[in-house]
């Protein structure tokens, strides 16, 4: 598995920005794909996940502006972030969840700079 995240940048507060996620080796099944965020002294915490199933689950902070979407077959994830708040500040983990082993890959993080 190696997962190759993108789109990151800087924004206003209000903005939208895309992130997207590839894994480009081999595995094959795939449990969970989703988006972690981390800030400096703060642990990891979940963003969102798109499942095997294609439902999806997202954090209370983000209802209602961010949405996962997947392509299982490309093995791509993507995070579109719409009305973006200062809080959103942060470096966004993609990852992988396999369902052999339930095992996480991580990408290697894409950093998310929201203006006021």
């Known amino acids: 598995v190696q997962l190759q995240a993108s789109g990151g940048g800087l924004v206003q507060t209000g903005g939208f920005l895309g992130l997207s996620c590839v894994n480009s080796g081999t595995i094959a099944r795939i449990n969970r794909m989703g988006w972690y965020r981390q800030t400096p002294g703060k642990e990891r915490e979940l963003v969102a996940r798109i499942n095997s199933d294609r439902s999806t689950n997202y954090a209370d902070f983000v209802k209602g502006r961010f949405t996962i979407s997947g392509d299982s077959a490309q093995n791509t994830v993507y995070l579109q972030m719409s009305s973006l708040r200062s809080e959103a500040t942060a470096v966004y983990y993609c990852?992988?969840?396999?369902?052999?082993?339930?095992?996480?890959?991580w990408g290697q993080g894409t950093l998310v700079t929201v203006s006021s």
């Open positions: 990852y992988l969840n396999t369902c052999a082993t339930r095992e996480n890959y």
